[in-house]
């Protein structure tokens, strides 16, 4: 698995969900373009990438790799505390694990 942290946040929340759902997604975790959009922060939000070598992974596995993933991110913070979207990609011939994180608690 390789992890990498986008250098991008400052702009508008729009951007990556746009690039994580496509712009005529019909997703109701749209939510987090208002969060990030709501913030006068510099960096209003945090994105990167699990990549696995791996075609997929049965779900379960997911599951328990975002949540740890999400655990050592924010350690101590509650999962109600913050707001992160996950999205599936497999159009690189390998799982990608996309996620937006609102920079804000």
Known sequence: MIIKIHSRGAGSGRGPVD???GKDRDRED???IQIIDS???????TSGVLS?????L???????IMDSFERVLMP?????QYSILWVQHQDKDRL?????????E
Do not use: M, P, S
């Not at 101590?76 to 109600?80: E, H, L």
């Open 58 to 64: 049965d779900e379960h596995q997911k599951q328990q």
């Open 39 to 45: 913030t006068n922060f510099a960096q209003k939000y």
């Open 19 to 21: 690039y994580l759902l």
């Open 52 to 56: 696995f070598a791996e075609r997929d």
């Open 76 to 80: 101590g913070i509650d999962k109600d």
């Open 96 to 104: 990608e694990l996309n996620f937006v994180v609102a920079n804000v």
């Open 30 to 32: 749209a939510r987090l």
